[in-house]
């Protein structure tokens, strides 16, 4: 029987969820806002996912999820380091719509 609290509802064990955007990527030196366009992570993006895969190392993932766009693609796949589920999203799901368009 899992424990509980005084009023008898069951103990729930917090969650942590860590949020990071993709790393530097192609044209970061020229400054430019590329929105929704597909560019690609730098090599020192790359070694910015790297460094945070290996601080994350030791927490507990469960799952990450990503953007459909191959910068943050290649970042997930990175910290995911071939033993943690991986899950993409997509410009047609509902949560892009959500976002994107406020609704």
């Known amino acids: 029987m899992p424990s509980s609290t005084l009023a008898n509802e ?12 993709h790393g530097q990527v192609k044209g970061h030196d020229e400054k430019r806002l590329y929105g929704h366009n597909d560019v690609e992570l ?8 790297d460094r945070l895969g290996e601080r994350l190392k030791g927490e507990r993932i469960t799952a990450i ?15 995911a380091r071939g033993d943690k589920p ?11 719509h959500r976002i994107t368009k406020g609704y």
């Open 42 to 49: 730098t090599e020192e993006g790359i070694d910015q996912f």
């Open 86 to 96: 991986l899950y993409e999203d997509s410009k047609g799901s509902p949560m892009y």
């Open 65 to 79: 999820y990503s953007s459909d766009l191959r910068r943050s693609q290649e970042g997930a796949k990175i910290i």
């Open 10 to 21: 069951p103990v729930v064990k917090p969650t942590r969820l860590y949020l990071m955007r």
